[in-house]
């Protein structure tokens, strides 16, 4: 079977600095991939490479087998790939509506169909029904997460990358994000997961990546990875396992 | 009676401010964009206008059809070529840009058009005059408010409403999230700076009516806009319309303390608005 996306030896720098040292990463259609590490790992890195965010080459990233590494990031939209990016980076002074009918009006703009359509989003939900005139900035955390999550959906993506999107919310918040990933995944779109929560990561993928100072130093199946592995790869060799 | 006049004519004067504002404020709003060369691009038009109003003996309204598209196209041009290589975080090269391109323009138009003073005219409607209770209204004064009021009220409503709006704001609020929503920024900000300068268009036909027009006044044109922007709050389409109003009112009632204190009482009232409330009367904080 030929991965959705995959990237092949990709590396990323800022500037001097070199944050990734040639990652390989791949999901398929309708997969979750986690993909976890400690604060500056370089997942966000990765992430935002994939999206053309960074300069990478095209055969450093590849989609249905199609070199497409570095190219600009609307363009990648147009191509299947939407990220709900760290942060939410939401449209402030705008409604929840005019947030999420930005990503509808792309959509049509290039013709792209899939199966989201607001009413759908509404139903997946139903909070972003109640405020969808109210201003993004006005929400709660867990609601601006959705609105986030809604506007990646509208882009009608075969492969959606999630950034930490569990990050800052209440417990009960995060269950209620996190049940929506089957609905999502149902519809053979492909997920790559940035979590930080560990438990959470392994629970929600069917495959897991441990990413440690720009390189991944664990993969395998996330029902099978042990603890032991997991914190072994989480802070690299030189710290023993308790 | 005097007060009152002058605050209806105060507000006449906006409605040609406002046409120059509206412009910079969406280029400010959308780009971080100070335009430089917006006062000189008015002046260029103005010139074209009357060159082809005495060349085809065009009437003002004509000129005015044939100039907007024009005006259009060189706003796209002016975006494509220019703006986009220098637009980004930093503002301090597109301000570089629009200064040297205003240097650029005002040499092109002494070359072309000769520092002489010039104007468009108007068939008449440029003196005529109503009378209501005892206060004197002109005709074009009253026509150019209305413009200026249509034209807000649209892009207003194209900004809220459409497509476009829509991708024009996500991108105002963030870049690159709205690149991450498919939005073609760059693509976006062609179409903003075409409808900026086009609004430039109507502005041209209207200052080469109501005074003269000649290459080095481009300044003046770009420093009430300023003013009105600043005024009524950057990047806000409303706000750069009362911003206008303002800004005229505060003239027409300073022309009337002391004729040599009219354009000064604008700036002064500019600076007190940047001392106390540097977001402007409808920024936000
Ligand atoms: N804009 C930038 N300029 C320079 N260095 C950067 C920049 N962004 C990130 N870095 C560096 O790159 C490395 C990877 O950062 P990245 O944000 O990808 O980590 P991360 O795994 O997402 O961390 P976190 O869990 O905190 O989000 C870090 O060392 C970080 O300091
Ligand atoms: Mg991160």
Same mark, same amino acid.
């Given at each position: 079977? *030929?991965?959705?996306?995959?990237?092949?030896?990709?590396?990323?720098?800022?500037?001097?600095?070199?944050?990734?040292?040639?990652?390989?990463?791949?999901?398929? /259609? &309708? /997969?979750?991939?986690?993909?976890?590490?400690?604060?500056?790992?370089?997942?966000?890195?990765?992430?935002?490479?994939?999206? &053309?965010?960074?300069?990478?080459?095209?055969?450093?990233?590849?989609?249905?087998?199609?070199?497409?590494?570095?190219?600009? *990031?609307?363009?990648?939209?147009?191509?299947?790939?939407?990220?709900?990016?760290?942060?939410?980076?939401?449209?402030?002074?705008?409604?929840?509506?005019?947030?999420?009918?930005?990503?509808?009006?792309?959509?049509?703009?290039?013709?792209?169909? #899939?199966?989201?359509? %607001? /009413?759908?989003?509404?139903?997946?939900?139903?909070? @972003?029904?109640?405020?969808?005139?109210?201003?993004?900035?006005?929400?709660? #955390? !867990?609601?601006?997460?959705?609105?986030?999550?809604?506007?990646?959906?509208?882009?009608?993506?075969?492969?959606?990358?999630?950034?930490?999107?569990?990050?800052?919310?209440?417990?009960?918040? $995060?269950?209620?994000?996190?049940?929506? %990933?089957?609905?999502?995944?149902?519809? &053979?779109?492909?997920?790559?997961?940035?979590?930080?929560?560990? !438990?959470?990561?392994?629970?929600?993928?069917?495959?897991?990546?441990?990413?440690?100072?720009?390189?991944?130093?664990?993969? &395998?199946?996330?029902?099978? $990875?042990?603890? /032991?592995?997991?914190?072994?790869?989480?802070?690299?060799?030189?710290?023993?396992?308790? | 009676?005097?007060?009152?006049?002058?605050?209806?004519?105060?507000?006449?004067?906006?409605?040609?401010?406002?046409?120059?504002?509206?412009?910079?404020?969406?280029?400010?709003?959308?780009?971080?964009?100070?335009?430089?060369?917006?006062?000189?691009?008015?002046?260029?038009?103005?010139?074209?206008?009357?060159?082809?109003?005495?060349?085809?003996?065009?009437?003002?309204?004509?000129?005015?059809?044939?100039?907007?598209?024009?005006?259009?196209?060189?706003?796209?041009?002016?975006?494509?070529?220019? @703006?986009?290589?220098?637009?980004?975080?930093?503002?301090?090269?597109?301000?570089?840009?629009?200064?040297?391109?205003?240097?650029? @323009?005002?040499? %092109?138009?002494?070359?072309?058009?000769?520092?002489?003073?010039?104007?468009?005219?108007?068939?008449?409607?440029?003196?005529?005059?109503?009378?209501?209770?005892?206060?004197?209204?002109?005709?074009?004064?009253?026509?150019?408010?209305?413009?200026?009021?249509?034209?807000?009220?649209?892009?207003?409503?194209?900004?809220?409403?459409?497509?476009?709006?829509?991708?024009?704001?996500?991108?105002?609020?963030?870049?690159?999230?709205?690149?991450?929503?498919?939005?073609?920024?760059?693509?976006?900000?062609?179409?903003?700076? =075409?409808?900026?300068? !086009?609004?430039?268009?109507?502005?041209?036909?209207?200052?080469?009516?109501?005074?003269?027009?000649?290459?080095?006044?481009?300044?003046?044109? @770009?420093?009430?806009?300023?003013?009105?922007?600043?005024? +009524?709050?950057? !990047?806000?389409?409303?706000?750069?319309?009362?911003?206008?109003?303002?800004?005229?009112?505060?003239? =027409?009632?300073?022309?009337?303390?002391?004729?040599?204190?009219?354009?000064?009482?604008?700036?002064?009232?500019?600076?007190?608005?940047?001392?106390?409330?540097?977001? +402007?009367?409808?920024?936000?904080?």
């Amino acid at each position: 079977m *030929t991965a959705a996306l995959s990237t092949h030896g990709l590396v990323a720098r800022y500037g001097d600095f070199q944050a990734l040292y040639g990652v390989d990463i791949d999901v398929a /259609e &309708g /997969e979750a991939v986690a993909l976890i590490g400690a604060n500056g790992a370089g997942k966000s890195t990765f992430l935002r490479s994939i999206m &053309g965010l960074l300069p990478v080459t095209p055969d450093m990233v590849r989609l249905d087998g199609k070199p497409i590494g570095g190219t600009p *990031t609307d363009r990648m939209v147009q191509n299947g790939v939407a990220i709900v990016p760290e942060g939410r980076r939401l449209f402030t002074g705008m409604s929840v509506d005019d947030n999420l009918r930005v990503a509808v009006d792309q959509a049509d703009r290039f013709g792209r169909k #899939g199966g989201w359509s %607001l /009413e759908r989003l509404h139903r997946l939900f139903p909070i @972003l029904k109640d405020k969808a005139r109210t201003q993004v900035q006005n929400l709660s #955390g !867990g609601q601006q997460q959705m609105v986030s999550i809604g506007r990646a959906l509208l882009s009608q993506p075969r492969v959606l990358l999630c950034d930490e999107i569990s990050l800052g919310l209440a417990p009960k918040v $995060i269950r209620e994000i996190y049940a929506a %990933l089957p609905e999502i995944r149902a519809q &053979g779109t492909a997920i790559i997961m940035v979590e930080q929560d560990v !438990g959470l990561a392994q629970s929600a993928s069917d495959r897991l990546f441990c990413m440690l100072e720009g390189r991944v130093t664990l993969t &395998g199946a996330s029902a099978t $990875i042990t603890r /032991e592995q997991i914190a072994a790869a989480y802070f690299g060799g030189s710290h023993a396992v308790v | 009676m005097q007060w009152f006049d002058a605050l209806i004519q105060g507000i006449l004067l906006g409605g040609m401010y406002a046409q120059y504002a509206l412009g910079m404020a969406l280029m400010f709003g959308v780009m971080r964009i100070v335009n430089v060369s917006h006062g000189d691009l008015v002046i260029l038009l103005s010139l074209i206008g009357i060159s082809l109003a005495s060349a085809w003996g065009l009437g003002p309204f004509t000129v005015m059809v044939a100039l907007v598209p024009l005006a259009v196209a060189m706003g796209w041009l002016l975006q494509k070529g220019i @703006l986009n290589r220098v637009v980004g975080d930093d503002p301090l090269p597109s301000l570089i840009a629009t200064f040297g391109l205003s240097l650029a @323009l005002q040499n %092109l138009m002494l070359q072309i058009w000769s520092a002489n003073s010039r104007s468009l005219p108007g068939g008449g409607i440029e003196s005529q005059s109503v009378q209501i209770g005892g206060i004197y209204i002109g005709l074009l004064p009253v026509i150019v408010l209305a413009f200026a009021t249509g034209l807000t009220w649209g892009l207003d409503l194209m900004l809220k409403r459409t497509r476009f709006g829509r991708a024009l704001r996500a991108a105002s609020a963030d870049v690159e999230a709205a690149s991450m929503t498919g939005i073609n920024a760059r693509a976006v900000y062609a179409s903003a700076t =075409a409808i900026a300068v !086009g609004i430039l268009g109507f502005a041209a036909v209207f200052q080469s009516l109501r005074s003269t027009v000649a290459p080095a006044d481009g300044g003046a044109q @770009l420093i009430y806009a300023f003013e009105a922007v600043i005024i +009524g709050g950057m !990047g806000s389409v409303w706000g750069a319309f009362i911003g206008s109003m303002v800004l005229g009112i505060s003239q =027409a009632i300073g022309f009337r303390i002391d004729p040599g204190f009219g354009v000064l009482a604008g700036h002064i009232v500019f600076l007190l608005v940047l001392a106390t409330r540097p977001q +402007g009367l409808f920024g936000k904080a």
